[in-house]
Nanobody, 114 residues
């Protein structure tokens, strides 16, 4: 399974971005899809996850600001980032697997700065 992420960039505080990640290859086994992020000098952390039925989970730091969704027909997961803060700056990685992150995308940079 290969994951290709898109949508990172530079945005001002309070702005929005939408990340997308498409899975290709043997993607029929994918139940779990999610996003992690890694800020400079920090450990990689879970941002949000979604399973095939639509159940979601968010890190406390992004609840109410980020929304994860997926299109099962397209094997694509999205992350809508609203009300961005400077501390959201990080490389965002999409991931997927049967029940946990097994496959990882290449990462996309999100920078929040005025």
């Amino acid at each position: 399974v290969q994951l290709q992420a898109f949508g990172g960039g530079l945005v001002q505080p309070g702005g929005s971005l939408r990340l997308s990640c498409a899975a290709s290859g043997n993607a029929f086994s994918i139940n779990y899809m999610g996003w992690h992020r890694q800020a400079p000098g920090k450990q990689r952390e879970l941002v949000a996850l979604i399973i095939r039925t639509g159940v979601t989970h968010y890190a406390d730091s992004v609840k109410g600001r980020f929304t994860i969704s997926r299109d099962n027909a397209k094997n694509t997961v999205y992350l809508q980032l609203n009300s961005l803060k400077p501390e959201d700056r990080a490389v965002y990685f999409c991931n997927a697997g049967p029940t946990r992150p097994l496959y990882w995308g290449q990462g996309t940079q999100v920078t929040v700065s005025s």
